[in-house]
Nanobody, 121 residues
Framework: VQLQAFGGGLVQAGGSLRLSCAAS????????IGWFRQAPGKERKGVSC???????TYSQSVKGRFTISRDDAKNTVSLQMNSLQPEDTAVYYC????????????????WGQGTVVTVSS
């Protein structure tokens, strides 16, 4: 199983970025994919998740600003991030699991290497 997150970068507050997670080595359509982030000096937290059936979950901190989507034909999940704020600065990880429960990381079996998002004020 391999997950590769990419699309991070430096953006000004109010700007947008689109992260992608490319997956291989498993039956992509059967699994949920979650996005998590870890800000400097803080614990990693769930951001968003999309189930195998396309149901979407968001943390309160990003609801209304971030949109998750999946393309099972391309084995990818994207996270469109709009209205970015400095507090969104973090390393963003994607992970594969059976269920979309953002606060239980143990449900996610495999993790990508992370992509850095920096939002300047």
């Amino acid at each position: 199983v391999q997950l590769q997150a990419f699309g991070g970068g430096l953006v000004q507050a109010g700007g947008s970025l689109r992260l992608s997670c490319a997956a291989s080595g498993f039956t992509f359509g059967d699994y949920a994919i979650g996005w998590f982030r870890q800000a400097p000096g803080k614990e990693r937290k769930g951001v968003s998740c999309i189930s195998s059936g396309g149901d979407k979950t968001y943390s309160q901190s990003v609801k209304g600003r971030f949109t998750i989507s999946r393309d099972d034909a391309k084995n990818t999940v994207s996270l469109q991030m709009n209205s970015l704020q400095p507090e969104d600065t973090a390393v963003y990880y994607c992970a594969v699991g059976l269920r979309c429960i953002l606060h239980i990381e143990d449900l996610y079996d495999y993790w990508g290497q992370g992509t850095v998002v920096t939002v300047s004020s």
